[in-house]
């Protein structure tokens, strides 16, 4: 089974950028629908980003659209999250996602449900 690593989290002030990698063990991450998930204290997980097999369809929540963009890169077997324009609501621990689905509708991909393997986590602490 697949395993994924985030990295990239960290301490920014309101207004600062951040990017967040997401690392998978295997080549069958390449036909896999990947996302984004955040989870602060006390806050059920929240979706954030999605993005298909081939990278042609991205979705994003109402929250961080504009602000947030993410990418994969299928030969390096990680997705991106390029967070900009931070705020103090973004603070969270961000997870990534991988779906055995390669043909995930993007109407189903804000569904944590539709996920199968998930990583462990990095946290993003954003100052005002």
């Known amino acids: 089974q697949v395993q994924l690593v985030e990295s990239g989290g960290g301490l920014v002030q309101a207004g600062g950028s951040l990017r967040l990698s997401c690392a998978a063990s295997?080549?069958?991450?390449?036909?896999?629908?990947m996302g984004w998930f955040r989870q602060a204290p006390g806050e059920e997980r929240e979706f954030v980003a999605a993005?298909?097999?081939?990278?042609?369809?991205?979705y994003y929540s109402d929250s961080v659209k504009g602000r947030f963009t993410i990418s994969r890169d299928n030969a390096k077997n990680t997705v991106y999250l390029q967070m900009n324009t931070l705020k103090p609501a973004d603070t969270a621990l961000y997870f990534c996602?991988?779906?055995?689905?390669?043909?995930?509708?993007?109407?189903?991909?804000?569904?944590?449900?539709?996920?199968?393997?998930w990583g462990q986590g990095t946290q993003v602490t954003v100052s005002s």
């Open positions: 295997e080549r069958t991450f390449t036909r896999s629908t």
């Open positions: 993005i298909s097999w081939s990278g042609a369809r991205t």
């Open positions: 996602a991988a779906s055995a689905n390669p043909l995930m509708p993007s109407q189903a991909m804000g569904a944590p449900l539709t996920y199968n393997v």
